[in-house]
């Protein structure tokens, strides 16, 4: 039972453009959600997070949106570039036990 | 500082054999965890650890074990090793407290069991 989801498995974007990931969630007791990137034969770094008292975070080129009504989160990054070509995981926390996404693999085109 | 490292890299596992997977950190993180990748899929958390001596399952913890003696330390155990454990391994660490839950991962052991 998937309780985190990202339903887009890749997409493509023109460099300079922006980027929108989504993600959505049916468990409603999560309280923090993160955003995760991964390049190929390396493990995840940690991108940007928000908790669920928050709407909106932002940290530079990217900000995360939270709809709790929704259960829904999204990453937008602006402007795009090549360099940000990577898988990205949205991760939701209840308690200790985190729950990940199946990713979503970003192409920016240069 | 090397984060968190992990060994092997690789392994091949006949079925039925045992393995430990080992992982380590030196940033004094109080939690890590745990998780394995199948293909297409999100991580799975497996087990975690909030300290040395103290360690509770994950979604996905049958068919493996862990021990924490040391804060640097948390090795994830394979007994009787089934191809379904066929996957790649990430161990992370954590420094969480109050609401700062950012993770760190170690690059993964991919194994296999044939």
């Known amino acids: 039972d998937q309780q985190v989801k990202q339903n887009s498995p890749s997409l493509s974007v023109q460099e300079g453009r922006i980027s929108i990931l989504n993600c959505d969630y049916t468990n409603s007791m999560f309280d923090y959600f993160l955003w995760y990137k991964k390049y190929p034969a390396e493990g995840p770094t940690f991108l940007i997070s928000?908790?669920?008292?928050?709407d909106k975070n932002e940290d530079g080129r990217f900000t995360v949106f939270l709809n709790k009504s929704a259960k829904h989160l999204s990453l937008h990054i602006v402007p795009s570039q090549p360099g940000d070509s990577a898988v990205y995981f949205c991760a939701a926390i209840d308690g200790n036990q985190f729950y990940f996404g199946t990713g979503t693999s970003l192409t920016v085109i240069p | 500082n090397a984060g968190v490292t992990q060994t092997p890299k690789f392994r091949i596992l006949k079925i039925g054999q045992s393995m430990t997977l080992q992982c380590a950190q030196d940033m004094n993180h109080n939690y890590m965890y745990w998780y394995r990748q199948d293909p297409g899929m999100g991580l799975k958390l497996i087990y975690y650890s909030v300290g040395a001596g103290i360690t509770d399952k994950g979604e996905v913890p049958n068919g493996y074990n862990v021990s924490r003696s040391t804060t640097e330390d948390f090795p994830l155990r394979l007994e009787l090793a089934a191809p379904s454990q066929t996957s790649v391994y990430f161990c992370?660490?954590?420094?969480?407290?109050?609401?700062?839950?950012?993770?760190?991962f170690g690059p993964g052991t991919r194994l296999t069991v044939t």
């Open positions: 992370a660490s954590s420094y969480t407290s109050g609401t700062y839950y950012e993770q760190y």
């Open positions: 928000i908790s669920s008292i928050k």
